[in-house]
């Protein structure tokens, strides 16, 4: 209950939200992080996902790079990245990490997602005339959609934590306030910092989780 | 050796030079590496182990009543939704800076992962399979575990293999309070620019995720005899 109401008022003090170190300013950068290297992520990982779901080919390589991203610690990889020439760039190896460990998802959802659609509304399509790009975008993308979109909510949850993790290695973001506070031996800030990463996190979840209930389903579930 | 006040390396010490790769830092730190290797093996091996005995008796209740999965899943999707650094802060009050923290950290990850392989597994048992074994004389215990979990068990260790890969790498987070097995040699390195501390501890840590990936394959061959008889 004393760290609960510690907590509390370590939030509720205006002093911890204002200047560099405040909630305000790591909440912003967290934000920007979050949203910056998912786009880029989306942007390199959709397009390849998508092409190579249509041609079939690739697919070992899509499938597996999830488990590879899985074993691979996120901690280990910002060190790593801290420590050659990346690490001089300010927020670069928090940047290139984030975006490392986006990807696998991202492609992985994808790729199933395209392969998973009916090959008879497949062939179909064929049968009618349409072009590989007409079937990719008109057909095989809309069916695999849910799937594409699932993809993108487990890469953003994945951002969250990676870019507090980045706090450890010196990286910007709410993870900072965690940090600054196991520094000061100040549980309160701990706890504090934990709540708003939690907040955070659980938003963007819900979020996600709101856009995919508001697509239209084109299919039934195919279990 | 010190010349005009620099200190200069000799040509031969790659500990000196900071090099990333280096011999000499496996042959002089053999011990600590050693330590960490052991202290990373145990926090996973006992976090992933409370998990599953835990995610096995969730899984069969939300299998048995079926309003409990709702809910079962729904808090194991918040529990994983929570960054890794986050949920071992808020720990903190309960636990303080020692191992069960990192552990009760881990357990939470695991059980998510666990009870969902689980409760699919479980879903994906035929109806026909359950009402041939009713008809055999089967009571509900009997079958469930000669029948419902075996049947399971491919998922579920689709669940398991997950769940430990996971747990290896997570572990490195629990530096922040100093029980994270090698990557408490990764914020140490980090700390003191030692570049090949930290490469040796991150590939270790890869190769304790990959061994224990194939044990636990291994171990489902082991205990699935019937799928490689349909196999053949």
């Known amino acids: 209950m004393n760290t609960l109401t510690a907590t509390w008022h370590w939030l509720a003090d205006p002093a911890h939200w204002t200047g560099d170190d405040g909630i305000g300013h790591r909440l912003l950068q967290h ?6 290297c998912l786009v880029v992520s989306c942007a390199v990982a959709l397009p390849v996902a998508l092409v190579l779901g249509h041609l ?15 074993a691979v610690p996120t901690f280990a990889v910002l060190v790593l990245l801290l420590l050659t020439p990346v690490g001089r760039w300010g927020e670069g190896p928090t940047v290139v990490a984030l975006v490392l460990f986006a990807v ?4 992985t959802n994808a790729y199933v997602g395209m392969r998973e659609v009916d090959r008879s509304v497949v062939r179909a399509a064929r049968g009618m005339g349409m072009t590989g790009r007409q079937l990719l975008l008109r057909v095989e993308l809309p069916l695999a959609l849910p799937m594409v979109l699932n993809g993108v909510r487990i890469a953003a949850v994945q951002l969250v934590a990676t870019a507090t993790i980045a706090a450890l290695a010196g990286g910007g973001g709410l993870g900072r306030i965690i940090t600054a506070g196991f520094n000061l031996a100040s549980t309160p800030q701990v706890v504090a910092g934990a709540v708003l990463v939690a907040v955070f996190a659980l938003i963007v979840e819900a979020l996600f989780e709101t856009a995919e209930r508001l697509i239209p389903r084109r299919t039934r579930p195919s279990r | ?56 008796p969730l899984a069969v209740l939300a299998r048995r009543w079926g309003w409990a999965a709702g809910p079962v899943l729904g808090v194991t999707t918040i529990l994983y939704t929570i960054p890794s650094l986050a949920m071992f802060s808020l720990l903190l009050p309960l636990y303080g800076l020692s191992a069960t923290l990192v552990v009760a950290g881990l357990v939470l990850y695991s059980l998510t992962l666990l009870v969902r392989n689980i409760l699919a597994g479980l879903r994906a048992v035929p109806e026909e399979t359950r009402q041939a074994a009713r008809g055999m004389g089967y009571g509900p215990i009997r079958l469930l ?7 399971a068990l491919p998922a579920a260790m689709a669940g398991l293999r997950i769940a430990t890969v996971s747990a290896v790498s997570l572990v490195t987070v629990g530096a922040i309070v100093g029980f994270g097995g090698l990557g408490n040699l990764i914020y140490a390195g980090m700390n003191t620019y030692f570049k090949a501390q930290v490469l040796t501890a991150s590939v270790l840590c890869v190769l304790i995720a990959v061994a224990a990936d194939l044990l636990l394959l291994g ?8 799928i490689r008889a349909a196999r053949a």
């Open chain 1, 31 to 36: 934000l920007v992080l979050t949203v910056v």
């Open chain 1, 104 to 107: 696998p998802p991202l492609l």
């Open chain 2, 219 to 226: 171990v489902q061959w082991l205990i699935t005899p019937w």
């Open chain 2, 1 to 56: 050796m010190r010349s005009n006040g620099r200190v200069i390396a000799p040509p031969d010490d790659c500990l000196a030079r900071n090099e990333w790769i280096c011999g000499a830092y496996l042959s002089t730190r053999r011990h600590i590496l050693l330590d960490a290797v052991v202290q990373h093996l145990q926090l996973t091996s006992v976090s992933v182990l409370i998990g599953l005995a835990v995610a096995v």
């Open chain 1, 56 to 70: 079939g080919k690739g697919g070992a390589l899509a499938v597996n790079i999830s488990n590879a991203g899985r």
């Open chain 2, 145 to 151: 575990l000669t029948v419902e979990l075996p049947l």
